[in-house]
């Protein structure tokens, strides 16, 4: 199983490519999956795995199963949003205020290749802005000043020395 890039590795900050028609995403699927149900996350993009490709994994706190997002595309987005706490399993151990807009219409090809459209409000329009943000090199870190960003590499670094201290989670 791939293991999970961590906020250092560059590729975060890399565009992603679309996926073609005759991809086989089988295994990478399968692999987001694990690592997103591991920890017990809501939902993970194929960058943090080290996979440039356009595709992730999304669900509310009341979905058992993930949905897939394959190529997707942001159509619309409310004037109106909030600002709220979120984790990224890039970043463990901590979390950051993030605005982000109430509601998003999107567009999206789910598993089995089928152009869906959909409206999503709240959390899940949360999370699937957060993944999306992700095929664009974009990190919840990003908009943080260089003080908060030290301060948040401090308590990762924390955190890694502890807990995965061997890289058995995050890649080296």
């Not at 906020?7 to 995403?25: C, F, G, H, Q, W």
């Not at 994994?57 to 058992?64: G, N, V």
């Not at 990224?88 to 998003?104: E, K």
């Not at 409000?121 to 030290?150: C, M, N, P, Y």
């Amino acid at each position: 199983m791939r293991k999970l890039i961590n906020y250092r590795n560059p590729i975060l900050k890399t565009k992603s490519a679309e996926v073609e028609k005759d991809e086989d995403l089988t295994e990478l699927l399968a692999d987001m999956d694990k690592m997103a149900t591991v920890f017990h996350a809501f939902g993970i993009s194929a960058v943090q795995l080290g996979v440039l490709k356009q595709v992730f994994l999304f669900r509310d706190d009341s979905a058992k199963q993930f949905k897939v997002a394959i190529n997707p595309k942001l159509l619309e987005i409310s004037e109106t949003g909030n600002v709220a706490m979120e984790g990224c399993l890039s970043f463990p151990s901590v979390s950051i205020p993030v605005l982000r807009p109430f509601m998003c219409k999107v567009q999206f090809e789910n598993q089995d290749r089928q152009i869906v459209e959909e409206t999503y409000t709240g959390l899940l329009a949360r999370v699937w802005l957060h993944e999306f943000s992700h095929l664009f090199g974009q990190t919840i870190i990003d908009d943080l000043s260089l003080l908060k960003r030290d301060l948040v590499e401090k308590k990762i670094q924390k955190w890694m020395k502890k807990i995965d201290s061997t890289g058995m989670i995050y890649e080296k």
